[in-house]
């Protein structure tokens, strides 16, 4: 089986394009996981903690972005 996400992007069938949509958001979701659990980490870094937030609102925003535009590809 191919994998939807190494494939050509004009090669893909609409199935294995909703696939990689998925795959996007869901890495998005992942690496905010991720980014929660350094925020909750006890480094006392004023500087990291902006950061953190700051990679955590870009990361909402791209996820919100993908979202939307695969909502209106589909209208």
Do not use: C, F
């Amino acid at each position: 089986m191919r994998s939807a996400v190494v494939q050509i992007p004009s090669a893909r069938t609409a199935s294995e394009a909703r696939q990689v949509w998925r795959a996007a958001v869901r890495q998005l979701e992942r690496a905010d996981l991720y980014l929660a659990a350094v925020a909750h980490m006890p480094i006392d870094d004023g500087e990291l903690d902006l950061a953190v937030r700051k990679l955590r609102s870009d990361l909402e925003s791209l996820r919100r972005y993908l979202l939307d535009s695969r909502k209106a590809e589909l209208e």
